[in-house]
């Protein structure tokens, strides 16, 4: 398995405060990113980066943002959380990010938001 | 806007059975993904296919890229079987990441 570990596992808050997700990974894997899951819905990507201080939008990125500031960490911050964001996150890393770019997951994240 | 649909979305099935399951998107890809989500929630890359056939085990995975679909087999299906079986599809060289299907649960009773 691919060493990646996703902290906490599970979190339950309340509206309006700040929530950081960490992903921690140890394959040295250049590319990273954040998907939220949600019943209905596929995985969809909130953000990306394709190496220390590179980072860019995905697919449902308002609300959140992202920080690399090492190989090894992907940092997702809500900054005022609603209960919208509610959902699992996984973290995923790739070696390549192009057409070749086969993505291992972290185990998730439950965040609820009360 | 890519969009990646499966079928069918539930699917029970007995020990043995021959299962398919069907992903269609509707750009032009670079590669598609399978992918199994565990019950307890974990996600396992399958298979990834630009074309053709690709198996492993009793899974086996098919593109066709002029028609713009891909099929799952598994043979001589399994209780251990049982998840959330989802295609995903990557558009272009860019490192933005993967589209995906809302997945196919499979059910394999014994």
């Known amino acids: 398995d691919a060493g990646i570990t996703q902290s906490p ?15 921690h990974q140890t394959e040295n894997h250049r590319y990273m990113y954040w998907y ?29 943002s992202v920080s690399r500031s090492k190989t090894e960490d992907f940092l997702l911050t809500l900054e005022s959380a609603t209960s919208s964001q509610t959902s699992v996150y996984f973290c995923a890393i790739s070696e390549r990010g192009d057409y070749n770019n086969e993505q291992f997951f972290g185990p998730g994240t439950r965040l609820t938001v009360l | 806007k890519n969009e990646v649909e499966q079928s069918p979305q539930n699917l029970t099935a007995q020990e043995g059975e021959f299962i398919t399951i069907n992903c269609s998107y509707s750009v032009g890809i670079s590669a598609l993904h399978w992918l199994q989500q565990h019950p307890g929630g974990g996600i396992v890359s399958l298979f990834m296919l630009s074309s053709g056939k690709k198996k492993h085990g009793r899974l086996i995975a098919t593109i066709n890229i002029q028609e713009k679909h891909s099929s799952l087999h ?37």
Do not use: M
């Not at chain 1, 509206?15 to 992903?23: D, M, N």
């Open chain 1, 9 to 23: 596992r599970h979190k339950v808050t309340e509206t309006g405060t700040p929530v950081t997700l960490r992903c």
């Open chain 1, 36 to 64: 939220r899951q949600d019943p209905g819905h596929g995985l969809r990507l909130i953000h990306y980066s394709y190496g220390v201080k590179d980072t860019d939008k995905g697919e449902v990125s308002d609300g959140y």
């Open chain 2, 74 to 110: 598994i043979t001589a299906s399994h209780p251990r079987d049982s998840a959330v079986y989802i295609c995903a599809v990557k558009i272009g060289g860019g490192a933005d990441g993967l589209t995906f299907g809302k997945g196919t649960h499979l059910i394999i009773q014994p």
